[in-house]
Each structure stands twice: as C-alpha cells, then as structure tokens.
C-alpha cells in the first residue's frame, strides 16, 4: 500500500490543534481571573465608602455665618473663593491661595499650617503619629494653664 504524499505532515497538525486548545484554555483563564480579581476590589470600593459615611468626619473650621464673614473680611480683596462643594458631607470648600515667598515653611500639598503658641511663627502642623503626640502635649499644657493658671 502506497501512501499518497500529503501537503501538511501529521505532526503540524497537530502542533496547530495544540496551539489552539492553549491559546482556549488561556482565554478562559484570563477572562475567570479578571471577574475573580474585579469582585472583591468593588466590595472593598463600597465598603470604603460606607466607612467614610459612617465614620465620624472632622468638624468644619467655619461654623457660623459670622465666622464666615470674618474669613472674607479678612481676605485682601475682601472676597473668599468656593473651591468646591462635597455633597455627601454637605460641605462647602473654600481656596485661598498665596504667593510662595509669603509661606516660609516648606509645605508639601495636604499640610496644614498653624501659628505656634509660644513664638507666633508659622509652623506646619504634624501629622501621623507626630501629629498625636504634638496634640496630647497640646492638651497637656492646656489643662496645666486651666489647674494651675500657668
């Protein structure tokens, strides 16, 4: 029996069969691990956010309308200027900016800048844990001046 010469041999046959069942199976693979992986990174997204509703908010610097025009008196063209507004706290956000030479601590973007007690200067307000410690001896050196008139 003679056989007849084939165009393809049987081995890239199945070389291309193969190919395509990997390149199946790793379809399959790409697209269960991506739902898997997006699952619980939603959960963490809503649970997130209902911990930042939950959770207590710092109270507003201006309470009062009194507090407010005192701000804008205070500003040099007597305007203050709505940075934004945060819905879900019901809060309105004011910008004031300032010339870089007129801020001589060396602020990052997210400090807070406060005047130290004692010397009046300018001094950025610690945060982490720092930040805990600076506003228990804060509270220390308060109730010292309220006990012993200091």
């Given at each position: 029996m003679k056989q007849t010469p084939r165009a393809v041999p049987g081995w890239a046959l199945q070389f291309i069969v193969g190919i395509a069942i990997v390149l199946i199976a790793i379809t399959l693979f790409t697209a269960l691990l991506g739902t898997a992986v997006r699952g619980p990174g939603q959960f963490f997204e809503e649970l997130g956010r209902t911990v930042a509703r939950v959770a207590p908010q710092p109270e507003p610097d201006l309470r009062s309308d009194e507090q407010v025009r005192a701000l804008i008196r205070a500003m040099p063209e007597g305007k203050a200027r709505v940075g934004s507004i945060v819905e879900e706290q019901d809060r309105v956000v004011f910008?004031?900016?300032?010339?870089?030479?007129?801020v001589k601590a060396a602020v990052k973007p997210g400090d807070e800048l406060r005047l130290n007690r004692a010397t009046g200067e300018v001094e950025i307000v610690p945060t982490?844990?720092?930040?805990?410690?600076?506003?228990?001896?804060?509270?220390?050196?308060?109730?010292?001046?309220?006990?012993?008139?200091?």
């Open positions: 910008t004031v900016t300032a010339d870089r030479d007129a982490g844990i720092p930040g805990v410690v600076d506003r228990l001896q804060q509270a220390i050196e308060s109730l010292k001046q309220r006990f012993f008139g200091r």
